[in-house]
């Protein structure tokens, strides 16, 4: 069957010739060009229609895109800036359609946020590329951008399409405003719409869904959070079947802290990293930030250097993670606080929320996020309550792809299943139920399962 998409994939070649006539005029003059000039788009362009505008696409095959895909589509849309104005703004995506047609209605639509890269463009999921990067920070960024794709592969082959947002200034021109929730949902929601605009058949048929569910892990897990706050106001002609956040940021407030105990603390420097993204996107949505109050001279000197020009696994090999560097000021305690607890996602949702942890988990606190779900609950129960977030703590998950990686990437693993049924129910319009200690003893009996079936099929000579 023909489609938007599959007509018009010729379009992009000439676009992305275009593009390389107009690169020159949309990149920022303190900030290197993207080495693919098809994430760019021309200003003139960019200021015509509404968010979420399809602006260009084409193909793009694994290890960005997903193996499970019958189609992958890398595509750049319109979306907008969390400023006063609405800047408009170029957003990359990557839609993953699953193998054969949709029923009637179209392929219900996963969501995904992914979790924390950085803030360069090399950095941004879409980019990954088969080839050895080079040095070692950058290979555990490549693990890092395909640790979901076993949970993604799965979506696809429950018969959802999947649409994983790159997130604003990761790919495309401009800077990337780290856990500014109401970009990132922009960004998350506008690529649901561009995707769905570019899949219509050439009848005008639905081939993706109204029904939407929305999931993310960590810096996704409250970029979804704050996805689903803003989708009614957003983009109203989709319908948010739910919202699962997998070890979510939150409390970013205690960040702010780190500086003052990092010189005697080694798991306080090696956390420095996210200090410095979190500081970029604290200046983006609030550009009156004086950095002489947060960095001394030769702090601002390297952010200024450093802070959009490297994946997160980079700054965690650099000079933020060594001691007795004295880059921070004392005085940043009086300027952050705000724009950090501003990203915190204790917010009115209007679907079912799901939330997942791996009690061990050492980048987000297993308590943090208990913390979040007991607010989350009275955050939307109100008056009247109904079901309670649904909440499942792991005490054990499977082992990440890189030991470094820990529980906080083992959990994606670990939560395939239970992730996928949670969203099956809320697709087929299931009642939202009370989940927790069942759904875990029910992993932990399919896992002995596994164990013993594997051990009996070995002593088979």
């Known amino acids: 069957m023909r489609t938007a998409l599959g007509r018009m994939l010729r379009d992009s070649i000439m676009l992305a010739s275009v593009g390389l006539v107009l690169v020159g005029c949309m990149v920022r003059q303190d900030q290197p060009p993207t080495e693919d000039p098809f994430y760019f788009v021309d200003a003139e362009a960019l200021a015509l229609g509404e968010h979420g505008r399809p602006l ?42 699953p193998k054969g047609e949709p029923g009637p209605g179209g392929w219900p639509v996963i969501a995904w946020a992914h979790g924390t890269v ?56 401009g800077p990337h405003p780290y856990l500014d929730g109401v970009s990132q949902a922009r960004s ?39 996805a689903a706050h803003q989708q009614p106001g957003w983009t109203p002609e989709l319908h948010l079947v739910g919202v699962a956040a997998i070890a979510p940021a939150s409390k970013l407030e205690m960040l702010q802290y780190l500086p003052s105990v990092a010189e005697d603390d080694a798991e306080a420097r090696a956390s420095m990293p996210f200090l410095v993204l979190v500081i970029q996107g604290a200046l983006r949505a609030q550009p009156a930030l004086d950095l002489d109050r947060i960095f001394t001279a030769r702090g601002k000197s390297i952010y200024q250097q450093s802070a959009d020009s490297l994946c997160r696994t980079e700054l965690s090999e650099s000079v933020w993670v060594q001691p007795g560097q004295g880059l921070f000021s004392e005085k940043i305690l009086t300027v952050l ?22 009690e061990h988990d050492s980048r987000v606190s297993v308590g943090n996020t208990r913390e979040l779900k007991d607010q989350l609950n009275a955050t939307n129960q109100g008056d009247t309550p109904g079901v309670p977030v649904c909440y499942e703590e792991y005490a054990t998950v499977e082992a990440a792809d890189d030991p470094r990686l820990g529980d906080h990437f083992g959990i994606l693993k670990t939560d395939i299943a239970p992730m996928t049924r949670w969203l099956g129910e809320r697709l087929r319009g299931a009642p939202p139920r009370v989940c927790g200690v069942g759904e875990q003893a029910r992993v932990q009996r399919n896992r002995l399962r596994a164990s013993s079936n594997s051990a009996i099929s070995s002593s088979v000579p």
Do not use: W
């Open 337 to 358: 606080d705000a724009p950090l607890r501003a990203m915190h996602p204790n917010l009115k949702i209007e679907a079912p929320i799901r939330l997942a942890q791996a």
């Open 56 to 97: 260009r696409y084409r193909p793009i095959a694994p290890p960005a895109g997903l193996e499970g895909a019958g189609q992958n589509t890398l595509i750049i849309y319109k979306s907008s800036k969390d400023d006063a104005q609405g800047t408009p703004v170029a957003v990359s995506a990557i839609l993953a359609l």
């Open 118 to 173: 950085g803030s360069a463009d090399k950095c941004a999921p879409s980019m990954d590329k088969a080839e050895d990067p080079g040095s070692e920070p950058l290979r555990l960024h490549q693990v890092i951008n395909r640790s979901p794709h076993p949970m993604l592969n799965a979506f696809l082959e429950a018969g959802y399409a999947v649409v994983m947002s790159d997130y604003e200034g990761l790919g495309t021109a």
């Open 188 to 226: 998350i929601l506008d690529a649901v719409r561009a995707a769905r605009q570019l899949s219509m058949g050439e009848h005008g048929q639905a081939r993706l869904s109204t029904r939407v569910a929305i999931v993310g892990h960590s810096q996704g897990g409250q970029a979804a959070l704050f």
